[in-house]
């Protein structure tokens, strides 16, 4: 196909404003599948998306329109998944930036549009369901063309759900979206924008071929890492995958590498070929850092391998999850992983759970730190336990905070920010009666309750998005819980100074009534450092005797102390206190509670 | 084996069934006493040959051993092996003169009765028949027909139940001067009616009564007694070679020795092996009528179980127990924690082998201890 026949373009919005109703609708349209084959949402093939509704990874799939071929490729469409649609992005020359018609710009239609402008994509504005009776056309479509710099009528109106308009958005794309302009006689290069394992194929990469052509069976290069495999197999999704042969530039495929090991191939690589290879790779793709920490321990610890194979898995086409192991006292071997939010961490827990049968504990949630110690080095520390008890300076990471609200819940939202330590930035009207906020805030006060808090606040109809913004030095100290004077790791915290001794003693009350008692006295402390800032007594029994056993009753007597001893083989031990794992889950639990 | 020198016999009629009780009981039946006894009996001679020719103990227990219609108790009794110890239950509303007078005609020289408070709507809540005064009257017949052995049972943690009330009690107890006391933390056992009536009652009043356990100890220690075992106190002997109170029969589960039951429910440990009689009357009267044993289930006791078993009884004790033979019983690391604790006395000698002992705060935590010390 020549490159001036070859539409790249992604569909960009925000949760449930129809992305994936309008994907199918495109497949139908373009009969990439038959009716017989429409399930709703194709594109979306892992269960766990179908249930939430939230797409998680890219996806491309090739259609043919008026001969043309289209590329469409898929983005999540969550605040944690920034940085997956940018790197879907990078594929494309355009965008539909699609607006739900009743709901008109959120907070993530925003952040996408931006991402996309900073891409030189050229947008599509759509605004869809407009057969809602609650739908507003004309306002949606006014917000999103000043959004973008463009006029009204240029904004489509469709119905995704009913099909009308759909053919217009087809296209528009043909006649608004650049061709792409690679190098059709240059060395081959490729980005790889997403992959995934097979477990028989092996690795297969996501591709867009910018310049020259990819034959199969022929030997190729990762350029950054260096990794050579013979290209198994080349071809597209449409939806299924189909072999081609060969992939040229501007189209969008796969590649079966046949690669076992999912380390020796990173998304945002340049494919290139062996015979005659690139000297330049493409400008591929920022590291993103994770930011938001937590430690993953399989429930029984004979599930350790397991969990350590499937996060390997994960990572394949995952590159933001980032796992180091962690060994707790409390909670046995286990793994610190870094995720790039909150859903990030939900989706891989979830995933873990459903699709590698594991049983997992989850410790609350902490981000990531900069601290110095005195005469030290700067250094980043994942794990509040890991925070030096005397610091010379801490940082921790900001987010620029954008949150679009009706006028009424302005006040409710500013309340919420001033309360996680929040500094206002801007406001500005979008509407009439719609605001956009931005504020400055630690990332630590959003990790827990945060998204919850300002959904409940502004009854549902606050939408957010954030960009971390780079560290700033923070009054924080690290708060150690000891029970019967041993500190418990997986417990430590790391507050800010003014909500150390208030959360600390929450922390401790909580944990008195979670720990059965003993035989002995157990104190209870929040210490920051040596200096214990609570502390609660978990009373020692004074009595616990079988009341009576005579010659009828040994054989029920023995055997209720031999489950009673069993019970006790099960706790945890701290020092010589027993403490029940549950006792740990409910208080890691409460660390995501604020009143 | 030479045969089982202790021997239970259940009787398991009562007036009323109270409604804490989750024993092998039956209420009337008063045409039926005398079948049962024979029943009984023909028990007894089928299994002769498990009892050593001395036996040492007989406890007859219940149900109510003296709501037994008097000919058919006195049958009963008349036809038991001697003993040593021969102790009979009763409830203070059977024991009238005539009764104390039967049961020591028929050799009886030990009688447990069932007091369990002197206050009066703590035993209506126990649905108890007897009144305090009928107590008292009970305790003095039975003195006065010569009984020097004579136990009393008391209950506490009865909903309602407030420190003085339990003060009142001990002081009752004490006034009249039994030889042997069993103290008793109310149990409220599933299924029971008493658990549905107070269940949620007692759970309330749980913490309030936590320290009732150690005011009984020190109430009874203080008096005189000694805490021979978790739940039973005797008076300590005068003379240095004077009468030993405890519970002779009782005492012999707690060492770990072989024992025969006869009746409906009544269970044997013997050679390694424990069976329990069927709880229910007419297929035990009717097997025994026939000659054959009565319906059973039997339960295989393996060294390593007796071993267990004898680690729970043992520390139950306020006797060292030697651990030759239990050892493979307990759990080292945990006995070496609970030693440290101060809950657990061990006494290491190369030549008769370790001793342990609970100290009297590990007394009082007697159930939680010994859990951590199984293996």
Redo the contacts between chains.
């Keep these: 196909m020549p490159q001036g026949r070859i539409r790249n373009f992604s569909i960009i919005a925000h949760i449930d404003h129809g992305k994936s109703t309008l994907a199918d609708r495109i497949l139908e349209l373009t009969h990439a599948v038959s009716q017989r084959e429409m399930r709703d949402q194709v594109l979306d093939t892992m269960d766990l998306e179908r249930e939430r509704g939230i797409t998680i990874k890219a996806q491309a799939v090739r259609v043919n329109w008026k001969g043309y071929q289209l590329n469409l490729i898929d983005t999540p469409g969550h605040v944690d998944f920034t940085y997956e649609v940018s790197r879907s992005l990078q594929a494309c020359e355009g965008a539909l930036l699609v607006v739900d018609a009743a709901q008109g710009t959120q907070a993530q239609t925003l952040a996408n549009a931006y991402l996309a402008i900073e891409n030189d994509l050229e947008i599509v504005p759509v605004v869809n369901k407009i057969d809602l009776p609650q739908a507003d056309p004309s306002a949606a479509a006014a917000e999103l063309a000043d959004l973008i710099g463009d006029t009204p009528e240029h904004v489509l109106r469709i119905s995704a759900k009913t099909g009308e308009g759909v053919e217009d958005v087809l296209d528009a794309i043909i006649g608004r979206v650049h061709a792409p302009a690679g190098d059709q006689v240059a060395p081959a290069r490729a980005l790889i924008f997403d992959s995934s394992y097979d477990q028989y194929r092996g690795v297969v990469a996501f591709v867009r071929v910018v310049d020259g052509t990819f034959s199969q069976r022929e030997p190729l290069r990762a350029m950054a890492q260096g990794t050579r495999f013979e290209a198994e197999e080349l071809g597209f999704f449409s939806p299924t995958m189909r072999s081609s042969g060969s992939l040229s530039a501007g189209e969008v495929g796969y590649v079966i590498t046949g690669l076992k090991d999912v380390s020796k191939l990173r998304v945002g690589d340049t494919l290139t070929s062996e015979r005659r290879s690139a000297t330049e790779p493409l400008p591929g793709y920022k590291d993103v850092k994770p930011m938001v920490f937590a430690g993953l321990f399989p429930t029984d610890s004979d599930d350790y391998p397991e969990l350590r194979d499937a996060l390997e898995r994960l990572k394949l086409n995952d590159a933001a999850l980032f796992y180091e192991p962690e060994t707790s006292q409390a909670l046995g071997f286990g793994f610190r992983c870094g995720f790039l939010g909150l859903l990030h961490m939900e989706i891989v827990r979830e995933r873990l759970e459903r699709e590698f049968d594991l049983d997992l504990l989850v410790t609350a949630p902490n981000v990531a730190y900069r601290v110095q110690p005195p005469n030290g080095e700067w250094h980043e520390v994942h794990t509040p336990s890991d925070m030096p008890a005397e610091v010379e300076e801490v940082e921790e990471p900001y987010i620029k905070a954008s949150i679009i609200v009706p006028k009424e819940y302005v006040g409710a939202v500013m309340e919420l920010n001033n309360e996680r330590r929040g500094r206002f930035d801007h406001l500005e009207y979008l509407s009439e009666d719609r605001v956009h906020l931005t504020y400055e805030l630690p990332l630590a006060e959003i990790v827990l309750d945060y998204y919850d808090q300002l959904k409940s606040r502004t009854r549902g109809y606050a939408s957010f998005d954030y960009d971390v913004i780079g560290f700033r030095p923070g009054k924080l100290v690290r708060v150690d819980i000891l029970v019967g004077g041993e500190p418990v790791d997986a417990l430590s915290l790391v507050l800010h100074r003014d909500s150390a001794y208030e959360r600390g003693r929450a922390l401790v009350e909580r944990l008195r009534e979670e720990i059965p008692r003993q ?2 006295d157990v104190p209870i402390q929040a210490a920051i450092g040596s200096r214990v800032i609570a502390r609660e007594t978990v009373k020692a ?12 009753d ?2 029920r ?2 055997k209720l ?2 489950r ?2 069993a019970g ?1 083989k099960r706790m945890k031990q701290v020092g ?1 206190v027993e403490v029940p794992q549950e006792a740990f889950l409910a208080v890691l639990n409460l660390s995501g509670e604020r009143k | 084996m030479s045969g089982a020198r202790h021997l239970y016999v259940h009787l398991p009629f009562c007036a009323h069934r109270c409604g804490y009780c989750d024993f092998v009981t039956l209420v009337g039946r008063s045409e039926q006493h005398g079948g049962y006894v024979d029943a009984l009996l023909a028990e007894l001679r089928l299994e002769r040959e498990l009892l050593a020719t001395e036996v040492e103990t007989v406890f007859v227990g219940g149900g109510t051993p003296t709501f037994t219609e008097p000919h058919a108790l006195a049958r009963l009794l008349s036809s038991l092996p001697d003993a040593e110890e021969k102790t009979v239950e009763a409830n203070p509303e059977t024991v009238t003169p005539g009764l104390a007078a039967l049961l020591q005609e028929q050799g009886v020289n030990r009688v447990s009765l069932g007091a369990q408070s002197f206050r009066p709507h703590l035993l209506a809540t126990l649905e108890r028949v007897a009144q305090p005064d009928t107590v008292r009257r009970a305790f003095y017949h039975l003195r006065d027909a010569g009984f020097d052995n004579i136990s009393l049972d008391l209950i506490y943690g009865i909903p309602g139940q407030t420190a003085s009330d339990l003060d009142a009690d001990l002081d009752a107890a004490l006034a009249l001067g039994p030889e042997h006391l069993s103290c008793y933390e109310l149990e409220a056992k599933p299924g029971t009616r008493f658990t549905h009536a107070h269940g949620a009652e007692l759970a309330l009043q749980a913490d309030a009564m936590e320290m009732y356990f150690e005011v009984v100890v020190e109430r009874l220690t203080g008096a005189g007694y000694r805490w021979y075992e978790t739940a039973n106190f005797c008076r300590a002997p005068s003379l240095p070679h004077g009468p030993d109170l405890r519970s002779q029969h009782n005492l012999a589960y707690w060492r770990g020795r072989d024992y025969l039951g006869v009746g409906i429910g009544a269970v044997s440990t013997i050679d390694g092996t424990r069976w329990t009689n069927t709880p229910r009357l007419a297929p035990y009267i009717a097997a025994l009528g026939s000659g054959e044993r009565p319906p059973r289930e039997h339960e295989p006791l393996p060294d390593a179980t007796r071993a267990r078993e004898r680690l729970m009884l043992g520390l139950r004790l306020d006797e060292p127990l030697e651990l030759v033979g239990s050892s493979d019983a307990v759990d080292a690391d945990a006995l070496a924690r609970m030693e440290r604790l101060g809950l657990v006395r061990v006494r290491r000698s190369s030549s008769v082998g370790a001793h342990i002992a609970l100290t009297p705060r590990g007394r009082l935590l007697g159930g939680g201890v010994t859990a951590e010390l199984l293996a």
Excluded: H, N, P, T
Excluded at chain 1, 541 to 552: E, H, I, S, W
């Design positions: 035989m002995f029994k004074r009595k616990d005797v079988l009341a009576k056993c005579y010659g009828g040994i054989s007597k023995r102390l031999e009673q001893k006790k010589m």
